[in-house]
């Protein structure tokens, strides 16, 4: 189960968010979480897991997971090793990752064999309607076009989210793309969300504990 109301950072691949950087973001994720008294799970860089696994409490994931189970698999990353490294989950699909409909049933397998959650984005209602078939813990709705943009999802697209929470009514519902205010976050929750899954806003933010910080006051 993912615990809700719930805010999902997405370190993706970005310099301030990788490496040591992604320690230091992590910590600072961790004491936010604490802080606030709020769940906060963060998404690193495969290479960055362990490392960060150990340093923080929040859970943390991958951002993708490969299809394979152990053999001879050369430059495919397991889900056994990715929970032996301490992630608890991964996210998949993501729009910079697309899966197709026959992979990502075959990630999902594999991640649950390896005991890891699975949040599956999608880009509308009806992938939402047809990823939640497939029985995820989460599903995450993002616009592409709204990610890494000034503006949210929840004030351009109110009704991608309230569509798909109304399509899917047996998984938790988040949504994403261009979050950047308590005001956004707080709309969709109102609209029926979960929770949310947040970059840029808070890995390129000047002061990113002040900016998740920000953010989280809007789950409640
Ligand atoms: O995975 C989160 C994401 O795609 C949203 O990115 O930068 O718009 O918060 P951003």
């Not at 899966?99 to 075959?106: C, E, P, Q, T």
């Not at 979050?179 to 899954?197: F, P």
Request: charged share 20%; proline share 6%.
């Amino acid at each position: 189960m993912i615990p809700t109301p719930v805010c999902i950072v997405n370190f993706k691949s970005y310099p301030n968010a990788t490496g040591r950087n992604a320690l230091t973001l992590a910590k600072i994720c961790d004491k936010v979480s604490q802080a606030t008294n709020t769940q906060i799970i963060i998404c690193v860089q495969t290479a960055d897991i362990p490392l960060i696994a150990k340093s923080v409490k929040i859970p943390v994931f991958a951002q993708n997971v490969d299809p394979y189970e152990a053999g001879a698999h050369t430059g495919w990353v397991l889900a056994e090793n990715l929970k032996e490294h301490g992630a608890q989950g991964t996210l998949l699909n993501h729009s910079e990752h697309k899966l197709s409909i026959d992979v990502l049933k075959k990630c999902l397998l594999r991640a649950k064999a390896a005991h890891l959650l699975t949040i599956v984005c999608a880009e509308t209602s009806e992938e939402a309607r047809l990823v939640a078939s497939l029985k995820p813990d989460a599903i995450a709705i993002e616009p592409p076009e709204l990610i890494g943009s000034d503006i949210s999802v929840s004030s351009a697209k109110p009704e991608l989210i309230e569509q798909s929470v109304r399509a899917v009514s047996f998984v938790p519902i988040l949504c994403g793309a261009g979050i950047h205010t308590k005001d956004d976050v707080s709309k969709a929750i109102k609209l029926g969300a979960k929770g949310i899954l947040v970059s840029s806003g808070v890995v390129n933010s000047p002061n990113p504990e002040k900016a998740l910080k920000e953010l989280v006051s809007g789950l409640r």
